[in-house]
């Protein structure tokens, strides 16, 4: 019988090439339980690299009771907004030496149901949701398997469940007071056909912001560019576009700026625009639009910190107004 040669290298081989005990370098590679010299740690993974050393994660998880796998629910994987999203959750799930793997809702509370029961049955080691409307809090589904869960984005009105979001109603109060700025008094505000979850709060917060003022329109269009771009050369057409507009999505905003392009309408000199997204598509529009950004990579950081256990307590992240032309402005 004739030797394998891609025999996997073992905890024993990189402890021969190291100079060290097996005990030693299950201690580096699993970050513990005993602390190891700086010097030996080096050595043994200066030896893991050489010799391609990669740890067993189904060994791994049968000695800890844990995969290493943290289940990821999407609201719209083919949104750029939840797309980003993902990205940073991953990564920072990643830096953890955590796997992710990712389900996609499309914006269905019965997916997304169906998506956190076959997590569950496969035994991840967290849950979290990225949900446009809540949905159901599965909070005590989840705990009722050991697992621990944590909404980012939105999470359900009602329940406990654990939400890491950005702060909308600083986000817009900012956003409206940087186009009073530029001397619009009447500001209107693009939301969706049915507002709900994240716009529904923005909504809200614009409405707070604008109280008392009659002219201040809500105009509602799909979250689609299509949509956005025929709202606007009908109301150009009619000649009825406010002069200031707050963008629910960045999906709006761009379809707002082809629907002005088309109509001969001059974005900022005859319509002002700030969109409440901040994708990183917004800075390569023309012209550039000045956005909320989202605090995408926080949110998701402080998610996967929840996971662990960790809350910061912090009652909203802060989305900072990014300046660029679409208001008005000389972008920064």
């Known amino acids: 019988m004739t030797k394998r040669a891609d025999k996997p290298i073992t905890l024993a081989d990189v402890a021969r090439r190291a100079g060290t005990s097996t005990a030693v370098v299950s201690y580096v590679i699993n970050n513990g339980p005993r602390p190891v010299a700086a010097a030996t740690r080096e ?9 391609g050393y990669r740890p067993n994660r189904i060994a791994r998880a049968l000695r800890s009771r844990t995969t290493g796998v943290v289940g990821l629910v999407l609201a719209d994987a083919s949104n750029p907004y939840f797309g980003a999203l993902a990205r940073h959750v991953e990564q920072a799930l990643e830096r953890r030496d955590r796997l992710t793997l990712i389900g996609n809702a499309g914006y269905s509370a019965d997916r997304q149901r ?8 496969a035994q991840v080691d967290g849950l979290v949701i990225v949900s446009a409307e809540g949905g159901d809090d599965v909070t005590d589904r989840a705990e009722a398997a050991g697992v621990p869960a944590v909404y980012v984005h939105h999470g359900p009105s009602d329940g406990r469940a654990r939400v890491v979001a950005a702060d909308n109603h600083d986000a817009v109060r900012e956003a409206v007071a940087h186009l009073r700025g530029h001397g619009h008094r009447h500001i209107a505000f693009l939301g969706g056909a049915h507002d709900a979850g994240p716009v529904a709060a923005r909504r809200t917060a614009w409405e707070a912001a604008v109280a008392g003022d009659p002219w201040a329109a809500l ?3 799909d979250y689609s560019r299509a949509a956005a771009d025929s709202l606007t050369r009908r109301l150009a057409a ?3 576009l406010p002069r200031a507009l707050i963008t629910a999505t960045d999906e709006q905003a761009i379809g707002v700026l082809s629907g002005a392009w088309a109509s001969g309408v001059a974005v900022p000199g005859r319509l002002a625009v700030i969109s409440l997204d901040g994708t990183p598509e917004s800075a390569h529009t023309a012209p550039a639009l000045t956005v909320t950004r989202q605090p995408l990579e926080a949110m998701a950081e402080q998610a996967v910190e929840l996971l662990s256990g960790r809350d910061s307590g912090a009652p ?9 032309r679409s208001c008005g402005c000389d972008e920064d």
């Open 43 to 51: 050595r043994v993974l200066a030896a893991a690299a050489e010799l």
């Open 316 to 324: 909203g992240v802060h989305a900072p107004l990014v300046i660029r």
């Open 219 to 221: 105009l509602r269009c």
């Open 238 to 240: 009619d000649d009825a």
């Open 114 to 121: 169906d998506l956190v029961d076959r997590f569950l049955a």
